[in-house]
């Protein structure tokens, strides 16, 4: 089980700091997204919690929520083995596991090897789940796996909260 932050619970999420897009015609923002719950579920493409639980709960995530107010975001977030996670692997990765949500690439500025929406969020590693209500604000900031039964039950309150 993961240790939930409540430090940012609450807290209005920042915006993304994105390199590329896949899946994604338009890319998506904050704000373009207010008014729906947004999971935004941080990985790496060799991260081994990420591909055995975090990017199938986000797939599952994706397909129980279309069309009901959630929006299911990646964030391929590199802070190691950066040689082997270039955007074309990401792209042939994001095939291969048929992830159909939109991914985004976190940027990087200069030699800090830590990705900047990373550092915005104060993510730990990968695999993170951040989920943010309908009005932007960050309402669940976990380091690893946290149980489907509650996240689904956050979704589901937050779903049920009017926004304002």
Known sequence: MSQLLTVQAGAVAPPWRVERWLNAAQPPTLGALRGRVVVLHAFQMLCPGCVAHGLPQARALHATFAGEGVAVV??????????????????????????DFPVGIDAHDGADPVPLTMQAYGMRGTPTLIVIDRDGRVRLHAFGRVEDLVVGALIGRLLGQASG
Do not use: C, N, Q, W
């Open 74 to 99: 990646g964030l391929h977030t590199v802070f190691e083995h950066h040689d082997a996670m270039k955007p074309v692997s990401l792209a042939a990765f994001v095939h291969e596991y048929r992830i």
